[in-house]
């Protein structure tokens, strides 16, 4: 039904961002409208059998399609084009949208786990029918073909928000196939164990809102780029013949399609100048036309040929990598004074090593030391953002 509804909306649009909110309308409307099934089909054979468990896992449905709302809600304003308050557009709604599906989930897992202690404590009367098990696994089954579409699409728009539908989804059909079997078991044996396995499942959902929250939420609070995104952005500098080094690479997520890349673009410093920007202006283009990104690259001319460079920069450089593989120095200059020669350079480390820079920078200001006692280290400290 998706695929059908996709193929007739999109029809020859080329436009990515288009193709992105459609993508979103669709998966959207279509939750909307299956949850609200369920639930009235739950709610009915809930209400008939005297079922805590069902009628609870209805009002479960009748969530994910608020949250369905909340995500179609997201597609529409993160779809918005940019204006003069938000320059970098609205994407960023979508992460929002995301959290809010995830929230969701956390408070339906907690609602079910106060009802399955509640069922524990006070177990009640169950009327088995053969309605309830077509209804559940009828359920199941829709979910499951909801977590596929959903999981599917989210792959091909890059979307945290629909991999959110889709988590809960799969978290619903487990519930819903534990409620099942809990009401198989309870009609055979007469034992009531439907508020243990309820309480089981509660947990589970617990669990997958919160890996949901974690998902969604750290894009807005300044999470790390995704790391194939990185390799792909150096393997494309790397690959132009004028380059011969890369730093201060930052990724800037604004939401989906919309991603800025900064970096400094190392070149031989004696090279032809209008040469050397018209490769730097090439490595460019080919980063937002290949990966569907702004990028902005700053050219650093490097001195190649001094002898004393090279060797700084390999002691260094070697010190460096005893401390972290991600570790690394650029930006290396000699100012040469009468009592002293100052050795200027970027010192670049890992998150987790960064409050320890003042110890590192006194570990290479020794190294140095030891190379040669007039050499005194300028070291500017930096963190790496990605990773």
């Given amino acids: 039904m998706v695929s059908l509804l996709l193929k007739i909306f999109l029809k020859d649009n080329n436009d990515a961002k288009k193709s992105r909110t459609v993508y979103g309308y669709v998966c959207g409307c279509v939750g909307i409208f299956l949850n609200l099934v369920l639930f009235a089909a739950k709610l009915f054979i809930g209400t008939i059998s005297s079922s805590i468990a069902i009628t609870a896992d209805a009002f479960n449905n009748l969530t994910d399609a608020g949250s369905s709302v909340i995500s179609l809600f997201g597609f529409v304003l993160s779809g918005q084009?940019?204006?003069?308050?938000?320059?970098?557009?609205?994407g960023r709604v979508e992460y929002?949208?995301?959290?809010?599906?995830?929230?969701?989930?956390?408070?339906?897992?907690?609602?079910?786990?106060?009802?399955?202690?509640?069922?524990?404590?006070?177990?009640?009367?169950?009327?088995?029918?053969?309605?309830i098990v077509?209804?559940?696994?009828l359920s199941v089954?829709?979910?499951?073909?909801?977590?596929?579409?959903?999981s599917k699409c989210a792959k091909k728009i890059h979307s945290s928000s629909l991999r959110a539908v889709a988590a809960d989804s799969i978290s619903d059909a487990i519930s819903t196939t534990a409620i099942l079997l809990s009401?198989?078991?309870?009609?055979?044996?007469?034992?009531?164990?439907d508020g243990f396995v309820g309480a089981l499942v509660s947990l589970l959902i617990i669990k997958t809102g919160i890996s949901s929250v974690i998902e969604t939420a750290s894009p807005l609070l300044g999470?790390?780029?995704?790391?194939?995104?990185?390799k792909?952005?150096?393997?494309?500098?790397?690959?132009?013949?004028?380059?011969?080094?890369?730093?201060?690479?930052?990724?800037?997520?604004?939401?989906?399609?919309?991603?800025?890349v900064s970096l400094h673009m190392e070149v031989d410093g004696r090279g032809e100048i209008f040469a050397l920007h018209d490769a730097v202006d090439l490595v460019e283009r080919r980063i937002s036309e290949e990966l569907g990104c702004e990028a902005?690259?700053?050219?650093?001319?490097?001195?190649?040929?001094?002898?004393?460079?090279?060797?700084?920069?390999?002691?260094?450089?070697?010190?460096?990598?005893?401390?972290?593989?991600?570790?690394?120095?650029?930006?290396?200059?000699?100012?040469?004074?009468?009592?002293?020669?100052?050795?200027?350079?970027?010192?670049?480390?890992?998150?987790?090593?960064?409050?320890?820079?003042?110890?590192?920078?006194?570990?290479?200001?020794?190294?140095?030391?030891?190379?040669?006692?007039?050499?005194?280290?300028?070291?500017?400290?930096?963190?790496?953002?990605?990773?």
């Avoid at 089954?141 to 959903?150: I, Q």
């Avoid at 150096?234 to 890369?246: A, D, H």
């Fill in 296 to 387: 902005v690259i700053h050219m650093d001319p490097i001195d190649v040929d001094n002898p004393v460079l090279k060797e700084i920069h390999a002691l260094l450089s070697e010190e460096c990598k005893k401390i972290s593989e991600k570790a690394n120095i650029h930006d290396l200059r000699i100012v040469t004074g009468p009592t002293h020669t100052n050795i200027i350079f970027d010192l670049i480390l890992p998150p987790e090593k960064f409050s320890k820079k003042e110890e590192v920078c006194a570990i290479l200001r020794e190294a140095l030391s030891s190379m040669n006692e007039n050499y005194f280290a300028v070291i500017t400290a930096e963190i790496s953002y990605c990773g």
């Fill in 223 to 230: 999470g790390a780029p995704d790391s194939e995104f990185v």
């Fill in 183 to 193: 009401a198989i078991f309870m009609h055979f044996t007469n034992i009531h164990i």
């Fill in 96 to 131: 929002i949208a995301g959290t809010f599906i995830s929230a969701a989930i956390i408070l339906v897992g907690f609602e079910l786990l106060r009802s399955s202690a509640d069922k524990i404590i006070h177990p009640s009367e169950f009327a088995f029918n053969k309605y």
């Fill in 81 to 90: 084009k940019a204006d003069s308050e938000h320059p970098f557009g609205h």
């Fill in 134 to 137: 077509l209804v559940l696994v």
């Fill in 141 to 150: 089954v829709v979910k499951l073909y909801m977590a596929y579409y959903n």
């Fill in 232 to 260: 792909r952005v150096e393997e494309i500098v790397r690959e132009n013949p004028n380059t011969i080094g890369i730093h201060d690479l930052v990724v800037h997520d604004y939401g989906p399609n919309k991603i800025f």
